[in-house]
């Protein structure tokens, strides 16, 4: 008999995943699984609970709840001998990667990819020692996001990590960075680093416009010290996929990437704190199976 296993936060998604499971249960019955309910209460639970399902050589993994709960149950999956298919119920506040491969936002719609079953392969990102589906951020204005709170993210949705990323530019505090990439280094003085699997970043879904998920490549968004001026004029620019040939923007594409700096800096790594630098960044090319439309 095929097996699977819903790994579901119940805090996500205004807490509605719990609602939603019933409906995952029967799907995946009637498509002749038996299924394993497995519901998060701490960090690492996720991912724990995926690597389980991986060394009982499960078929398919569920994931409901928002980035972090997938980021768990990725890092749970990622360069196992045996990898389930990943379903991906999409509860959170921002949803990057599930915006990339077009997966509904909308649970119930979520929901039915499973019954259709069409699957496709994707990249997945390996930082340092961990694992990555979407973006990793350096610079004061990635940090921010640190402080937004679970209220604010139900509130605001995308636009808190937004607001609170624009406070920080009155400091306009650059950093030295050093970037090794595949063809060659960047050296130079910056306010923000991006290095993205996918389109989507913080719900802008043209913050990388010609990447994909199955390339085997990061774009990487280098944003140089500017003025807050020009800061507000690439964000504009940002919204209609202009801004990777602004003056202020240097864009790479690269499969492998090497993050350092003179001073102390914290990766923000799919949303939540990440490690320190140096970074040492590249691509499992097409890595994981998941349900998409």
């Known amino acids: 008999m095929k097996k699977a296993m819903i790994i579901c936060n119940p805090s996500s998604g205004k807490e509605e995943a719990e609602k939603n499971v019933d409906s995952v ?6 498509k002749g699984f038996k299924v394993d309910l497995r519901m998060t209460e ?19 993994v569920v994931s409901m709840g928002g980035d972090g709960t997938l980021n768990e149950t990725i890092n749970g999956l990622a360069e196992q001998e045996h990898r389930p298919a990943l379903g991906i119920i999409p509860l959170g506040t921002v949803n990057d990667f599930a915006r990339a ?33 979407n973006i990793v951020a350096v610079g004061e204005i990635a940090e921010a996001s640190f402080s937004v709170s679970a209220k604010k993210k139900t509130l605001l949705g995308p636009l808190a990590y937004f607001i609170e990323g624009i406070k920080t530019l009155t400091s306009n505090r650059s950093f030295s960075i050093k970037l090794q990439h595949d063809n060659g280094t960047w050296d130079g003085e910056a306010l ?10 913080g719900g802008f879904d ?5 990447a994909k998920v199955d390339d085997g490549h990061l774009k990487c968004i280098i944003i140089k010290d500017a003025s807050v001026f020009q800061v507000v004029k690439l ?6 996929g202009e801004h990777v040939n602004h003056d202020s923007v240097a864009y790479i594409s690269t499969s492998s990437l090497k993050i350092s700096s003179s001073r102390s800096l914290c990766s923000n790594v799919d949303g939540d ?6 970074l040492e960044l590249h691509v ?10």
Do not use: W
Request: aromatic fraction near 4%.
């Open 273 to 278: 704190q990440g490690c320190e630098l140096p």
């Open 192 to 201: 923000l680093i991006l290095a993205t699997l996918t389109n989507s970043v």
């Open 101 to 133: 491969l077009q997966i509904p936002l909308e649970p119930d719609q979520a929901i039915a990819l499973l019954s259709e079953g069409h699957m496709r392969p994707v990249d997945i990102g390996k930082i340092n020692t961990t694992y990555f589906m």
């Open 25 to 30: 249960k029967e799907i995946l019955t009637k």
């Open 284 to 293: 499992l090319p097409e890595h994981i199976q998941v349900f998409v439309p």
């Open 42 to 60: 701490k960090e690492k639970d996720a991912e724990n609970f995926a690597k389980l399902a991986c060394e009982e050589q499960l078929d398919v």
């Open 206 to 210: 043209k913050a990388a416009p010609d």
């Open 235 to 240: 964000t504009a620019s940002l919204l209609k």
